[in-house]
């Protein structure tokens, strides 16, 4: 499952400047979130808070390295922990709890979401259905 958050350029045109994967394997039994920002993005490591509410609910941390001279890439984990699963999964389960509609900050730089909970229930399925808990 991929998210965009998009703005709008110069020229009035969205742009994406932070993209969010939910990347899962079942064949290595590995889920991660993947973040993947412009080459402008700082490199090295930042924490990235989930806001509920207005209110800062789970902090997660982010390597950013730069991926050749085109993106700016990071894998997710629980602040002080090392696990990208368990980042993945209470990640995922904050979105489903506020139905799609959440917001990241990071360096005073929000982020704001909007899925339908049509399609965070189907990836919720499909993991599950190719995971063991």
Not at 74 to 91: H, I, K, P, T
Not at 95 to 109: A, P, S, T, V
């Amino acid at each position: 499952m991929d998210l965009f958050h998009l703005i709008k350029n110069d020229k009035h045109e969205f742009q994406q400047n932070l993209q969010i994967a939910f990347i899962s394997d079942n064949q290595s039994d590995n889920r991660y979130i993947a973040l993947k920002a412009d080459i402008s993005h700082p490199a090295g490591y930042t924490n990235i808070t989930y806001m509920q509410y207005g209110s800062p609910v789970d902090v997660f941390s982010i390597n950013w390295r730069h991926n050749g001279n085109r993106h700016t890439v990071g894998r997710v984990v629980m602040l002080g922990g090392n696990s990208s699963q368990q980042a993945f999964d209470v990640f995922l389960s904050r979105i489903y709890q506020d139905k799609g509609h959440f917001e990241l900050l990071e360096n005073n730089q929000k982020y704001r979401f909007n899925i339908s909970q049509q399609a965070i229930e189907d990836f919720i399925h499909c993991v599950r259905q190719h995971f063991s808990e």
